[in-house]
């Protein structure tokens, strides 16, 4: 197991003439939760891409574990986009079965007791769910892995705040020491207190990356008003 | 055991400052008692909705000075050792104090002024 | 992983046909009915239509619906010949090319093997259907015929011709060979088509037209590869050489296959774009 669980050296990811990702490099470590922060068009959805493998990189490389994206680091790495992606077709019961069946490291357990709690009937298929319980399903499915990296673009995006709250908290008592969980996110106020580090990005190019106490202690603000300030328009 | 308290954090100072000054708070005000159970690590974060690695620092931090002790297989523990407590309540009425005086020498009073009106208050109360 | 892709292709497609199977047997059945029920006899059904219009409306009734059982059965079972075809390629685009992509190329497998999954189970999925047609047609002669059409065919399989042909070694060899031969093709003409859907689904804008067109360009480039062979022996189809053009057949879909495959794979892992 690497010391650093994500890598970036020298990425970057173009589209036609357009820039998503310019030179850069990050060094993610182990037992973090860490925020991905930055406007809309900035680069972080690319990076995460580039992360698990949905997108090739133009130059450069990004390691997960200390090795190039693909079946390897598809084992270890648990992603959560940031719309409804699975097969509507299917039952949650069918959905745990599938993920049970292909990823090693998932505890069908810990998903049907998340299933409960949240009154949701596991029998139900996905397309007469609601947006909101869609979500949350995929979420208890990405959570109910024992991931060493965990990749989440926009969790709290478009959900109510209890909804926020029962995210942030499954974040938290999910955590694990071998493990890092990176949020992507424009809402820096709703999450800033269980975030470890910020990374903020800015044009494809990694602007900051420095732990949460570090900054607030130096700068005297919370990581939203740093924000603010750095990303002014 | 799990300890329901109630904690509020304002935006501009690091968390895990924050969190060592309301449990300080919570002893204090009676809310956790000498010799309590502390919840693990992981259910005081979820609970106070932050991160574990600064929850585990607070803690950390806290057994340093000893107002909370651990024993390796059943837990964190708030101690029982009143002089202690004692000493900690003396430092956070020194804190408060010194606030109080400087919001006052804002307004314009200074400290010999501010037992003045102390003491006025006190009699006005006795009345 | 590769038989876990495939069980879960199964799962996702067998609804579909299964409702497709069973309309066609429902129609056969309804088909073999009308055929029974007008002709009684074993005459041909057509010949006997004017003779009924005459007789009132009632039967009118019944033989307008009699067409129209009888056109439903011809389109269902065209239908079921093309359905996989058509399924087929919305399956590739909706499961590897669009939403359900971040899951599938997320999951701990390689691009290669998706594909293989959808290859292996479509290619399936064909030769039952072809199976079912035929199934179908039996289905249909032998209940609107009776027993007659069972008395034939055994007496067919027994006539000299068609034992000599049986008995014969030759006749198994080749219809093996054939066997393999289908085989070579349906897999060949899926990655065909998944190929043209991985390079036309790797641009942002009319993707649906460039797909058509790169399946245009690789079907060109795939006769060009064979057109050779045809010009340099060009008795490859008279009977004493027929084993070497089905085997040409073979090496040319395997060979144009696998590089259909590697295209795919190729624009899966580094060109893919999903939105």
């Known amino acids: 197991m690497s010391e650093l669980v994500l890598e970036c050296k020298g990425l970057t990811k173009k589209f036609g003439r357009k820039t998503a990702l310019d030179n850069i490099d990050l060094k993610l470590g182990r037992g973090k939760i860490i925020g991905l922060l930055g406007p809309n068009g900035s680069g972080k959805t690319t990076l995460i891409k580039t992360a698990n493998g949905l997108l090739a990189p133009t130059g450069g490389k990004v390691l997960i574990n200390d090795k190039i994206p693909g079946r390897e680091t598809k084992k270890i790495v648990s992603y959560l986009p940031d719309q409804t992606y699975l097969p509507q077709w299917m039952k949650i019961d069918g959905l745990i079965e599938m993920f049970s069946d292909f990823y090693a490291d998932f505890q069908p357990q810990t998903a049907y007791e998340m299933i409960k709690s949240l009154n949701i009937n596991p029998s139900e298929v996905l397309k007469t769910l609601s947006k909101g319980t869609k979500e949350k399903v995929q979420l208890i499915l990405v959570m109910s892995r024992r991931a060493q990296l965990y990749l989440l673009d926009e969790p709290i995006g478009g959900v109510d705040p209890a909804t926020r709250d029962y995210i942030l908290d499954s974040i938290i008592k999910n955590y694990s020491e071998n493990a890092t969980v990176l949020i992507s996110t424009h809402l820096i106020n709703d999450i800033e207190k269980i975030l470890d580090e910020v990374v903020f990005i800015k044009n494809g190019s990694i602007m900051l990356h420095n732990s949460v106490d570090d900054l607030r202690e130096s700068e005297g603000k919370s990581v939203d008003a740093i924000f603010r300030e750095v990303f002014k328009c | ?127 | 992983m590769l038989k876990k892709l495939i069980k879960h292709e199964i799962k996702a497609t067998s609804r579909f046909m299964f409702v497709l199977f069973a309309t066609l047997l429902a129609i056969s059945v309804m088909m073999a009915a009308v055929m029974r029920f007008n002709t009684g006899s074993g005459d041909l059904y057509l010949s006997s239509v004017a003779g009924r219009l005459s007789i009132g409306h009632y039967n009118v009734f019944w033989e307008i619906l009699s067409v129209f059982i009888i056109l439903a059965y011809a389109t269902v079972n065209i239908a079921a010949g093309c359905a996989m075809f058509f399924y087929a390629i919305n399956r590739f685009r909706k499961n590897l090319l669009e939403k359900e992509g971040y899951l599938m190329h997320t999951l701990p497998v390689s691009a290669g093997e998706n594909i293989s999954a959808k290859t292996i189970v479509s290619v399936m999925w064909t030769i039952i259907s072809i199976i079912a047609i035929i199934i179908s047609v039996v289905i249909v002669c032998a209940i609107s015929v009776g027993k007659p059409f069972f008395t034939n065919l055994h007496n067919f399989l027994l006539s000299n011709g068609v034992q000599t042909m049986l008995n014969s070694g030759k006749f198994w060899i080749i219809a093996f060979e054939f066997l393999i031969c289908i085989l070579a093709e349906l897999m060949n003409g899926y990655l065909h088509i998944y190929a043209s859907m991985a390079v036309g689904y790797s641009i942002n804008k009319r993707r649906a037209a460039a797909s058509i067109a790169v399946f245009i360009l690789l079907s060109v480039i795939s006769f060009a590869v064979s057109a050779p062979f045809v010009y340099l022996f060009p008795n490859m189809f008279s009977n004493d050489h027929i084993h070497f053009a089905i085997w040409c057949e073979i090496i040319l879909d395997l060979l144009t296959g696998i590089g259909f495959y590697f295209i795919t794979a190729y624009f899966l892992n580094k060109r893919l774009n999903l939105q």
């Open chain 2, 1 to 127: 055991m799990f300890l329901k308290m109630a904690w509020s954090f304002s935006d501009d100072r690091p968390i895990y400052s924050q969190i060592i000054e309301q449990i300080k708070q919570f002893i204090v005000s009676g809310e956790i008692k000498p010799g309590d159970k502390l919840a693990s690590v992981r259910d005081m974060a979820s609970e106070a909705g932050v991160n574990p690695n600064t929850m585990q620092r607070a803690l950390s931090e806290l057994e340093r000075t000893g107002l909370i002790y651990s024993q390796r297989t059943s837990g964190r523990y708030i101690t029982q050792k009143e002089e202690l407590i004692q000493d900690m309540k003396n430092e956070l009425a020194n804190e408060k104090i010194n606030m109080f005086l400087q919001s006052m020498q804002q307004i314009g009073y200074s400290k010999e002024q501010v037992a003045d009106l102390i003491k006025n208050y006190k009699e006005a109360e006795n009345k």
